[in-house]
Nanobody, 119 residues
């Protein structure tokens, strides 16, 4: 009933920028929070950034000062502006949406978008 779709990934040189988007759609009453996670080769999935409906944000220490998360509540969309990208940022980035539906509250995951940073 709820769909989450990421976009904006791609290949960029170190020091460059990318802007990821995540749009949620379907039978949604409200969204408590939207977050970005990533999985790099050989590593566990980690939280990159999160934002609540009240615009409270949190970031992984490794991306503070470089990444900015924002949202458009009217569009049920969250963005991740990634600046000063490093090769270690290379990963599949996943959007997580904590949404309230008619059946309850669920965490819904997108299918991921690849970010590759070349050196």
């Amino acid at each position: 009933q709820v769909q989450v779709v990421e976009s904006g990934g791609g290949l960029v040189q170190a020091g460059g920028s990318l802007r990821l988007s995540c749009a949620a759609s379907g039978n949604i009453f409200s969204i408590h929070a939207m977050s970005w996670y990533r999985r790099a080769p050989g590593k566990q999935r980690e939280l990159v950034a999160g934002i609540t409906s009240g615009a409270n944000t949190n970031y992984a220490d490794s991306v503070k000062g470089r990444f900015t998360i924002s949202r458009d509540n009217a569009k049920n969309t969250v963005y991740l502006q990634m600046n000063s990208l490093k090769p270690e940022d290379t990963a599949v980035y996943y959007c997580n949406v904590r949404a309230v539906t008619k059946l309850g509250t669920y965490d819904i995951w997108g299918q991921g978008t690849q970010v590759t940073v070349s050196s």
